[in-house]
């Protein structure tokens, strides 16, 4: 997501502590047959239903398995339990990044390095794609569905707000967001690989409204416990500290692949790997990681 630079990595964090907060304080239950509440997700191993679980050989929901005025499960971590933890990255593109790329004044915002560090190294990661970028970069979504270890996941189709205030984003009207969601699916879908049904908000800004919205479409909302600021950073260094002071068994890690939004992610991966490596834990991808 592109993020006013000014904005500092505090205020980030507290962002989205609130949009995590926000939703855990409106929403009594989101889960149906559950016994676990919306506040789970914190402490506990995220609950979900049945059509939901994920794991490595079915991925999580098909469209149409939540019922009607359920709102879909909401996660920001796996079980505590094991060394499992899930690097993701998300692939943001909006129409203003777009003019930025057609006029030459941004070169990238791909970051093949990081994906050739993953090849290389064989990590397992998940990456959380716009219907745009894909378009922008369809060879390197192919590169990405076509590896193993890499799992494809939605970030909606233009990277706009699906709340008021969420950042600097344009919001996208509320007729609109299944569809946008649905649409960035089937974009997705095309290019095969280990495809899932999980969905991360931009900015990670979700409310009841926004969440109702996903609710047809069979999804998981994924959050993430461990917020890297990558998009702050102007070295690699706090990207580092930020992930390996938060990351325990189950993280899920918030990194970006937008080079041009975030240019120190490629220098801070190796040092998150070895980090991660020195405290025994084990990057898996996201349906490994939920489902512990
Ligand atoms: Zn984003």
Same mark, same amino acid.
């Given at each position: 997501?592109?993020?006013?630079?000014?904005?500092?990595?505090?205020?980030?964090?507290?962002?989205?502590?609130?949009? @995590?907060?926000?939703?855990?304080?409106?929403?009594?239950?989101?889960?149906? @047959?559950?016994?676990?509440?919306?506040?789970?997700?914190?402490?506990?191993?995220?609950?979900?239903?049945?059509?939901?679980?994920?794991?490595?050989?079915?991925?999580?929901?098909?469209?149409?398995?939540?019922?009607?005025? +359920?709102?879909?499960?909401?996660?920001?971590?796996?079980?505590?339990?094991?060394?499992?933890?899930?690097?993701?990255?998300?692939?943001?593109?909006?129409?203003?990044?777009?003019?930025? +790329? *057609?006029?030459?004044?941004?070169?990238? =915002?791909?970051?093949?390095?990081?994906?050739?560090?993953?090849?290389?190294?064989?990590?397992?990661?998940?990456?959380?794609?716009?219907?745009?970028?894909?378009?922008?970069?369809?060879?390197?979504?192919?590169?990405?569905?076509?590896?193993?270890?890499?799992?494809?996941?939605?970030?909606?189709?233009?990277?706009?707000?699906?709340?008021?205030?969420? =950042? *600097?984003?344009?919001?996208?009207?509320?007729?609109?967001?299944?569809?946008?969601?649905?649409?960035?699916?089937?974009?997705?879908?095309? =290019?095969?690989?280990?495809?899932?049904? =999980?969905?991360?908000?931009?900015?990670?800004?979700?409310?009841? @409204?926004?969440?109702?919205?996903?609710?047809? +479409?069979?999804?998981?909302?994924?959050?993430? *416990?461990?917020?890297?600021? *990558?998009?702050?950073?102007?070295?690699?260094?706090?990207?580092?500290?930020?992930?390996?002071?938060?990351?325990?068994?189950?993280?899920?890690?918030?990194?970006?692949?937008?080079?041009?939004?975030?240019?120190?992610?490629?220098?801070?991966?190796?040092?998150?790997?070895?980090?991660?490596?020195?405290?025994?834990?084990?990057?898996?991808?996201?349906?490994?990681?939920?489902?512990?």
């Amino acid at each position: 997501m592109r993020l006013p630079s000014a904005v500092p990595g505090l205020l980030a964090a507290a962002a989205v502590l609130l949009a @995590a907060c926000g939703v855990e304080a409106d929403e009594p239950v989101f889960v149906a @047959a559950s016994t676990t509440s919306a506040a789970a997700p914190a402490t506990t191993a995220p609950s979900a239903p049945p059509s939901a679980s994920p794991s490595p050989t079915a991925p999580p929901g098909r469209p149409g398995q939540t019922k009607p005025g +359920l709102l879909p499960p909401v996660v920001d971590h796996g079980p505590r339990t094991g060394n499992l933890v899930a690097l993701t990255f998300d692939a943001d593109m909006t129409d203003r990044m777009l003019a930025q +790329l *057609d006029k030459g004044s941004v070169t990238s =915002y791909a970051n093949v390095r990081i994906i050739e560090m993953l090849e290389r190294d064989q990590v397992p990661a998940t990456f959380f794609l716009t219907g745009k970028w894909v378009q922008r970069y369809p060879e390197l979504t192919a590169r990405l569905a076509g590896n193993p270890r890499f799992e494809l996941a939605n970030h909606t189709f233009g990277h706009q707000a699906f709340t008021a205030g969420c =950042y *600097d984003l344009p919001r996208i009207p509320s007729a609109a967001m299944t569809e946008d969601v649905a649409k960035t699916f089937k974009i997705i879908e095309r =290019y095969g690989g280990r495809q899932t049904r =999980y969905f991360r908000f931009p900015g990670l800004c979700h409310d009841r @409204a926004a969440l109702r919205a996903m609710a047809p +479409l069979g999804l998981t909302v994924v959050d993430g *416990d461990v917020v890297s600021g *990558d998009p702050f950073a102007t070295s690699w260094k706090p990207i580092v500290n930020a992930v390996l002071k938060k990351v325990k068994p189950g993280s899920v890690v918030i990194l970006h692949v937008t080079e041009a939004n975030a240019r120190f992610t490629d220098e801070a991966l190796p040092h998150i790997l070895r980090g991660l490596a020195e405290r025994g834990l084990q990057p898996a991808t996201l349906s490994e990681v939920l489902a512990g």
